[in-house]
């Protein structure tokens, strides 16, 4: 039998109860080993050079770096890590393609349930990109001339 290898999760969030409440939601997940949390883009980016965790949920505001030049910093240093961006901000069109382009796995709404969070999670692990329809239907892909 093939046994897979589980994943590791670092949750990247300045807000400690945000962040408790994230470690609560995954901890009993079979396919997770480990969760780490960290609360800097700093902290984020030494961890991820030593770890390289499956999966990185990061909100998009932090002390020391916006989430779009962290996710694109992680994605160079570990490209085979998964970027959640995990934000309360709603209006995140002017950051949609370029965290596409950074080749993040999905955006998730802080708002949404805990259900869909754990989803939305698991949908990324086994290969999916996940990203709200509302955003979905405002992408405007470049067109062959």
């Known amino acids: 039998m093939h046994e897979s290898k589980l994943a590791t999760l ?7 109860p945000m962040a408790f409440v994230l470690k ?5 997940l079979e396919s997770v080993g480990s969760i780490h949390h960290v609360s800097s883009g700093q902290e984020a980016l030494a961890w991820v050079r030593i770890e390289q965790p499956t999966i990185a949920i990061m ?17 160079d240093e570990s490209p085979h890590t998964h970027v ?3 934000t309360g901000e709603e209006n995140i069109d002017h950051y949609l393609n370029d965290l596409l382009e950074i080749g993040i796995s999905g955006i998730v709404h802080k708002g949404r349930s805990m259900d869909y969070v754990r989803t939305s999670v698991e949908c990324v692990m ?16 470049p067109t062959s001339k």
């Open 10 to 16: 670092l949750l990247i969030d300045d807000h400690e």
């Open 24 to 28: 609560l939601m995954f901890e009993d």
């Open 59 to 75: 909100d998009l505001w932090l002390p020391d770096i916006h989430g779009v030049q962290l996710a694109r910093k992680i994605k």
């Open 84 to 86: 959640i961006v995990y």
């Open 126 to 141: 086994q290969g999916a990109t996940v990203l709200p329809i509302e955003h979905f239907t405002r992408l405007r892909l």
